[in-house]
């Protein structure tokens, strides 16, 4: 079993900035991308902001420029830095994680989701 765990959300103003981590646990043998998505009260889950192992990025055109995401490998560690938030950036922000397992199948697995609430 791969676990992902969030951490980092909160309660900020807009214009302020938060950052946010998600750790992978368990039998991996190599992760291959990982993202952010967030999904808003009656909104579909959308992704954020993606990035290989090889360090390429993809973001939501929604926050290019004010969100940054990075990786640590040796920790299996995936961050998302947060500038300038807006209201419409409240949502739980979920981390997600595909790769291989150590003598086993493939994962992808979803952290349980944490919350960010800016408020105007």
């Known amino acids: 079993q791969v676990q992902l765990v969030e951490s980092g959300g909160g309660l900020v103003q807009a214009g302020e900035s938060l950052r946010l981590s998600c750790a992978a646990s368990?039998?991996?043998?190599?992760?291959?991308?990982m993202g952010w998505y967030r999904q808003a009260p009656g909104k579909q889950r959308e992704l954020v902001a993606a990035?290989?192992?090889?360090?390429?990025?993809n973001y939501a055109d929604s926050v290019k420029g004010r969100f940054t995401i990075s990786r640590d490998n040796a920790k299996n560690t995936v961050y998302l830095q947060m500038d300038s938030l807006k209201a419409e950036d409240t949502a739980v922000y979920y981390c997600?994680?595909?790769?291989?397992?150590?003598?086993?199948?493939?994962?992808?697995?979803w952290g349980q989701g944490t919350q960010v609430t800016v408020s105007s």
């Open positions: 997600k994680a595909d790769g291989l397992r150590i003598l086993g199948p493939r994962f992808d697995s």
């Open positions: 990035i290989t192992s090889g360090g390429s990025t």
């Open positions: 368990g039998r991996i043998f190599r992760i291959n991308t």
